[in-house]
């Protein structure tokens, strides 16, 4: 299992190189349980989570973060309709490559975690992490970074800001 505080660790990632004022946005991808989608609705974005099966309803308190928050349940593809500023991913399975060739086609910034091997051209991979990654920038272009996140387990978040 990974880090327990590794929402947080990337919603800090998300607010420090997509600021709000820029993007005010975030379509977040693959979170389940909403523990990013809070994390980022905390911190003042406007965040669309589509996950087909949420695992999980956050307690919102009050409802203070609620106005910031929308649920689609649907899969995530590639063709998705992408409306908000940025997309976004957590370890979102099979949804990782699918997340790339939305923001490409759409022209739009993302930021993805990748996990494990799962969905379209993973088996490409054939179970190396540099290759992954590799693949997943060729989707992408070259404008695509990578940092490593302060947390333990998969860590590594592929993004472009452009």
Not at 74 to 94: A, C, L, W
Not at 136 to 156: D, E, V
Request: charged content about 25%; proline content about 5%.
């Amino acid at each position: 299992m990974g880090d327990v505080g590794r929402n947080r660790v990337f919603a800090r990632f998300i607010e420090t190189n997509f600021p709000k004022r820029r993007f005010p946005s975030v379509c977040c991808v693959a979170d389940g349980k909403m523990e990013l989608a809070l994390a980022l609705a905390q911190r003042g974005y406007h965040v669309t989570v589509v996950e087909p099966r949420m695992r999980k309803t956050p307690a919102f308190g009050n409802g203070k973060w609620q106005s910031r928050l929308v649920i689609r349940r649907e899969v995530f593809s590639g063709d998705s309709d992408v409306p908000e500023s940025v997309v976004i991913g957590m370890h979102p399975d099979e949804a990782t490559s699918e997340i790339v060739l939305a923001a490409k086609r759409l022209s739009k910034p993302f930021a993805v975690v990748p996990c494990c091997f799962k969905g379209r051209y993973s088996a490409d991979a054939r179970g190396d992490s540099k290759r992954w990654l590799a693949i997943l920038r060729g989707l992408y272009g070259s404008s695509t970074m990578t940092t490593q996140l302060n947390m333990t387990g998969k860590n590594l978040v592929l993004f472009s800001s452009r």
